[in-house]
């Protein structure tokens, strides 16, 4: 019900002012263009062709004009993610509704060579409203092969798991061996640049983060990356392999993120031909803080579209196994909300095997989802073995 009359009222005001915005483009007076046709003839094709989607997400643009000298373009951002989720496993049994993620920020594009992006976010049951920034950067572009970000931001690593927003990805969850690296958004400099075919990445950041920027007294955390364009070799429409490094200062007594790790290795293959993706990731952690050790895992995630832009399936593997019967932990969400878990859910081996669909009623803009994963946990020494299903339904909306 709260995200029934939540999500109505935006739509509903957005609906009315996209009538208000249509009925404007009628007031003017017919101009001849060059193929013949008036001006008010073109904008009617065009509205043919424009969804009623179209228009209300167009109003997120405020602002859009590549000539002017100071300010292109000024776009308001925001998200909701909403999901119910059903847990029945040897550990006892869970269920609930969770207010999943909640944005609302801008984008703006200055001088022609500047990007500015600042986003808050609000927590579940929106109590606090505000509960802290989630990207707040300056990207300075001045040209398509070099980038420099400053601000708060996401470390590269993991480049489908983590640095591919969540808006566009078909699955509720990362995977769990993502989830254990304690890998969050920092404050930091990110280089990027493109020579050819080959794609590179260096980074450094801060290891000290709060609902803001932080006190920069945790230590500090640098990586660096490199990534190869394969689609030509392949033949195929999208073929991506990447590998990163993180290195952190993990045990520096101030850090509050990345303070689990000294070192995350990722390796990613990403490809799409037609129909199909497959999206294949691994992940070596090493250096664990007291506690936990040295992990090693992977996933597999293959998705077909069963109606092209309609409907689409998703399937995932996901393996992790470490030193120690602690290595590896079950996923926050929604397996260690069984009741009767002992051992917070570690043990040495996770296997989980996810199958969903993806209903797209605007693109990833808005969308449907279902899903289902069967999870275990085995080798625990405290008794932290689990064993159990966590069904999943809920909706994306963008803008």
């Given at each position: 019900m709260h995200?029934?009359?939540?999500?109505?009222?935006?739509?509903?005001?957005?609906?009315?002012?996209?009538?208000?915005?249509?009925?404007?483009?009628?007031?003017?007076?017919?101009?001849?263009?060059?193929?013949?046709?008036?001006?008010?003839?073109v904008i009617t094709t065009e509205k043919k062709d424009e969804s009623i989607y179209d228009k209300i997400w167009g109003l997120a643009t405020i602002y859009k004009n590549k000539d002017n000298p100071v300010l292109q373009e000024f776009k308001l951002r925001?998200?909701?993610?909403?999901?119910?989720?059903?847990?029945?496993?040897?550990?006892?049994?869970?269920?609930?509704?969770?207010d999943r993620r909640s944005r609302f920020g801008f984008d703006a594009k200055l001088f022609n060579q500047f990007?500015?992006?600042?986003?808050?976010?609000?927590?579940?049951?929106?109590?606090?409203?505000?509960?802290?920034?989630?990207?707040?950067?300056?990207?300075?572009?001045?040209?398509?092969?070099?980038?420099?970000?400053?601000?708060?931001?996401?470390?590269?690593?993991?480049?489908?798991?983590?640095?591919?927003s969540t808006?566009?990805?078909?699955?509720?969850?990362?995977?769990?061996?993502f989830n254990q690296l304690r890998v969050d958004r920092v404050v930091g400099a990110v280089?990027?640049?493109?020579?050819?075919?080959?794609?590179?990445?260096a980074g450094i950041y801060?290891?000290?983060?709060?609902?803001?920027?932080?006190?920069?007294?945790?230590?500090?955390?640098?990586?660096?990356?490199?990534?190869?364009?394969?689609?030509?070799?392949?033949?195929?429409?999208?073929?991506?392999?990447?590998?990163?490094?993180?290195?952190?200062?993990?045990?520096?007594?101030g850090a509050t993120i990345l303070d689990r790790y000294e070192d995350l290795f990722t390796t990613t293959f990403w490809v799409k031909e037609g129909r199909w993706s497959l999206v294949t990731e691994f992940f070596l952690a090493t250096g664990g803080d007291?506690?936990?050790?040295?992990?090693?895992?992977?996933?597999?995630?293959?998705?077909?579209?069963?109606i092209k832009d309609k409907l689409q399936a998703v399937g995932r593997y996901s393996f992790s196994v470490g030193d120690g019967n602690n290595s590896v932990q079950a996923q926050s969400r929604y397996e260690r909300a069984a009741p009767e878990l002992t051992g917070s859910g570690r043990g040495e081996n996770y296997n989980a095997f996810y199958g969903g669909l993806q209903?797209?009623?605007?693109?990833?803009?808005?969308?449907?989802?279902?899903?289902?994963?069967?999870?275990?946990?085995?080798?625990?020494?405290?008794?932290?073995?689990?064993?159990g299903w966590t069904v999943l339904t809920g909706v994306r909306f963008s803008f």
């Open positions: 995200l029934k009359k939540h999500i109505g009222r935006r739509n509903l005001l957005l609906l009315a002012a996209a009538v208000s915005a249509a009925g404007a483009l009628h007031a003017g007076e017919p101009v001849i263009a060059s193929s013949g046709k008036s001006a008010k003839d925001g998200r909701y993610q909403g999901q119910y989720h059903w847990v029945d496993s040897d550990q006892g049994d869970d269920d609930g509704w969770e990007e500015v992006r600042l986003d808050a976010q609000s927590s579940d049951e929106f109590d606090p409203f505000y509960n802290g920034l989630v990207d707040a950067y300056v990207k300075w572009k001045p040209s398509d092969s070099f980038a420099l970000t400053v601000g708060r931001q996401k470390p590269q690593i993991a480049y489908y798991d983590f640095l591919q808006n566009n990805q078909p699955t509720f969850e990362r995977s769990q061996i280089f990027e640049g493109k020579v050819d075919k080959f794609t590179w990445q801060s290891n000290d983060i709060d609902e803001e920027f932080g006190q920069f007294d945790g230590g500090i955390a640098y990586g660096a990356g490199v990534g190869y364009n394969l689609k030509d070799a392949l033949g195929t429409d999208k073929a991506d392999l990447r590998f990163d490094w993180l290195h952190s200062e993990a045990d520096d007594e007291p506690g936990w050790d040295d992990a090693f895992g992977f996933y597999i995630q293959p998705t077909f579209d069963i209903y797209f009623i605007y693109g990833d803009k808005l969308k449907v989802l279902a899903g289902a994963e069967y999870a275990t946990v085995d080798g625990g020494g405290n008794g932290g073995d689990y064993d």
